[in-house]
């Protein structure tokens, strides 16, 4: 596997269920984010993480947990959450937080019914 | 507030001609600026970019300029091919302040590529 993987690519849950997404990155980079774009919107930052260490939060809703175990993997938790938050999910790495560029996985389909 | 601005939803080009893509900005601080190219069901794909220091950078068929004063870039495709169609999207990165290293998306333009 090379470059930025995530899983699943599609997803589709209730609202009381709880449910992770996975981000894996073997780029050897040592920073993490994850991005939410919904329909006809920019994609907005969600989260950043430096070195495993959460260094971003961009006002997101607590029904969303993030979790980063190491500086190749990191995971968004998902809990009791509303129709509203249907969206692609993006994980993204860079070789740390001022890097220029970004790498993107392909992305997770959310759908909450 | 919108720091990133793409106001074209959509382009339509025919195939060998040139495409152009525009992005505005309203940050000063930002300081550097990237293109990425999405397919449907994929991520965004790192593209071309540029420092503001410079106001041209080039990539094969792949130009960007950047206008500081007007803070505005524009990315040029030239020859346009068909397998160029897709979302592309400008970026801006701030430069200091508690923003740095943040991104800021603009919404994308559909290119589309007609043979």
């Known amino acids: 596997e090379t470059g930025v993987t995530q899983t699943p690519r599609h997803l589709v849950m209730g609202m009381t269920n709880k449910k992770s997404l996975k981000c894996e990155q073997h780029?050897?980079?040592?920073?993490m984010y994850w991005y939410k774009q919904s329909a006809k919107k920019p994609l907005e930052l969600m989260f950043v993480y430096n070195f495993k260490e959460q260094t971003e939060n961009n006002s997101v809703p607590s029904r969303f947990s993030p979790e980063c175990p190491n500086s190749s993997h990191l995971f968004l938790h998902l809990h009791t959450l509303q129709p509203e938050d249907s969206a692609l999910y993006l994980c993204?790495?860079?070789?740390?937080?001022?890097?220029?560029?970004?790498?993107f996985g392909p992305g997770t389909r959310l759908l909450v019914l | 507030d919108q720091q990133v601005k793409q106001n074209s939803p959509s382009l339509s080009v025919q195939e060998g001609r040139i495409s152009i893509l525009n992005c505005d900005y309203t940050n000063s601080m930002f300081d550097y600026f990237l293109w990425y190219k999405k397919y449907p069901a994929e991520g965004p794909t790192f593209l071309i970019s540029?420092?503001?220091?410079?106001d041209k950078n080039e990539d094969g068929r792949f130009t960007v300029f950047l206008n500081k004063s007007a803070k505005h870039l524009s990315l040029h495709i030239v020859p346009s091919q068909p397998g160029d169609s897709a979302v592309y999207f400008c970026a801006a990165r701030a430069a200091g302040g508690t923003s740095y290293g943040k991104l800021t998306f603009g919404q994308g333009t559909i290119l589309t590529v007609h043979p």
């Open positions: 540029i420092s503001s220091i410079k």
């Open positions: 993204a790495s860079s070789q740390d937080p001022a890097g220029e560029t970004q790498y």
């Open positions: 780029l050897g980079h040592n920073a």
